[in-house]
């Protein structure tokens, strides 16, 4: 026999398999808190509009706090029959204060209730990733103020190319937490409208006031379409884009982590904190934890595109195809958070090792181009004259085995007869970093204006 909600023009119950591919229940209930929330909100403004009785209203209320209080405390049986999160608490309302249950669901559908859950959960979800974002951009910070003139080699193409400030390069990865945290809270001022009251997706015939829950929602405004409040998850898809950017911006500073850590390198240590061993070769540390979040975008990037497919085509307005949306957007953003929360903690507990990264910054001609400036700034050579110097001397150098700074005066004056020992003077690692000091550039006063002024702008 049938039963449940829309038991009335059916004469049976669902199939084992239609239940199993139909109930999100196991997914969704993780939107219980929202659910009841927004349950409350339209509960209260049903009653101040005249719909239901303040009696009834009361009994609902009562309810649903009490049922909140239950599930919170892990005493709420979920029933994959009852299909989800909201007709499962739907159900338990009705066994606790009978028929009044009934009235909760007036000039409402799942439909505008679910889109409603979904945009609050991921507002939340979006102000802890940009939280996190700041933890970790504070960690970078205070870091890269402490190694503002320790020097390591840049690379291109992962060839030692020009010294650089440890502090400098540090730096370059809160700038672009800066902009990930843009592009989240961006996502959040767009998604922040109340779908609730456009009910099914035609709005209602019952006198509701859209605003009044709106604002007990923290929303904006409600959604002034009532067809586009039940059907657009592009706001779920954009969270979803920036949370893959910032997934891939990790990523990279995590693949440095890795390439950092690594014998061959040799530029920094994670503690054992951070550091996983092998269960045969006993010597082995390894950063297990950089390599997950190296791996992260993979999943992330994977529910984005998961999610776009299952959108792509859809008609209006409602179709269950949509149910898919939440598995992706949770894992997505639990994996996101997770991401940034294990950077700030490899961030903070990696040991730089100074001799190392100096002697780094030094190897393979890194300072060919402070050779070629000081040609132009000296002898007022054009810079690609320069620059086909400053080659021959590297290539004379290579020959003999030998840094620039040690190749002899007179070996220099061969290839440019005005060369002079002053030229000595720009041969160091050291030397080249303090001598970019254009805005922007890696010159430890430059580093350290800019890790003052983020600084003050991460204390706000
Ligand atoms: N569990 C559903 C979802 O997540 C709720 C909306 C169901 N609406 C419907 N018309 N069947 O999408």
């Given at each position: ?27 969704d ?14 509960c ?81 979800a ?10 970790y ?71 509701i ?19 586009d409040?039940?059907?657009?998850r ?8 920036a ?33 996983t ?13 950089a ?17 776009i ?26 994996d ?95 030397a ?29």
């Amino acid at each position: 026999a049938a039963s449940g909600i829309w038991g009335g023009r059916f004469d049976a119950g669902p199939s084992a398999v239609m239940q199993a591919i139909n109930a999100s229940v196991d997914v969704d209930r993780r939107l219980f808190e929202q659910d009841i929330a927004g349950s409350l909100a339209h509960c209260a403004m049903l009653t101040a509009c005249g719909v239901i009785s303040r009696a009834d209203g009361e009994a609902i209320e009562r309810g649903l706090t009490e049922i909140r209080q239950d599930i919170r405390a892990g005493r709420f049986e979920w029933k994959a029959a009852l299909e989800d999160v909201h007709m499962n608490i739907e159900a338990v309302l009705r066994e606790r204060i009978g028929a009044p249950a009934g009235r909760l669901h007036t000039a409402r559908s799942r439909n505008d209730q679910v889109a409603t859950d979904f945009r609050l959960w991921l507002r939340e979800a979006l102000d802890s990733a940009a939280e996190a974002l700041r933890a970790y951009q504070r960690v970078l910070v205070a870091r890269a103020e402490a190694h503002a003139d320790w020097v390591m080699p840049g690379f291109t193409h992962l060839q030692t190319a020009q010294p650089v400030s440890l502090g400098h390069h540090l730096l370059c990865w809160v700038e672009a937490a800066e902009r990930d945290r843009g592009r989240l809270m961006d996502a959040r001022a767009r998604l922040n409208e109340s779908p609730l009251g456009a009910a099914a997706l035609a709005g209602t015939a019952f006198p509701i006031d859209r605003e009044m829950t709106a604002r007990a929602l923290g929303f904006d405004r409600p959604m002034a379409n009532s067809l586009d409040a039940v059907s657009s998850r592009d706001f779920a898809l954009e969270a979803l884009s920036a949370a893959a950017i910032t997934a891939v911006n990790l990523s990279r500073f995590a693949e440095e982590i890795v390439l950092w850590t690594s014998r061959r390198f040799g530029f920094a240590s994670l503690s054992d904190a951070y550091s996983t061993g092998s269960s045969i070769m006993p010597q082995k540390r390894n950063p297990d934890a950089a390599e997950l979040v190296r791996a992260k975008p993979g999943r992330i990037a994977g529910a984005l595109q998961g999610l776009i497919i299952v959108m792509k085509g859809l008609p209006l307005a409602y179709s269950k195809d949509m149910q898919e949306d939440k598995a992706l957007v949770f894992t997505a953003f639990d994996d996101l958070i997770l991401a940034i929360t294990a950077m700030t903690g490899m961030a903070g507990d990696l040991t730089f090792h100074r001799e190392a990264l100096e002697a780094a910054a030094g190897e393979a001609y890194s300072d060919a181009t402070d050779l070629a400036d000081w040609l132009v700034r000296e002898l007022g050579l054009p810079f690609r004259d320069a620059h086909h110097i400053a080659g021959a001397a590297v290539k004379a150098a290579e020959a003999e085995g030998r840094a620039l700074k040690d190749l002899a005066l007179s070996r220099y004056q061969e290839i440019e007869p005005r060369i002079d020992a002053r030229v000595f003077e720009v041969l160091s690692a050291r030397a080249s970093m303090e001598s970019r000091i254009s805005f922007g550039g890696t010159a430890p006063v430059r580093v350290r204006e800019q890790a003052g002024a983020w600084k003050q702008r991460l204390a706000q």
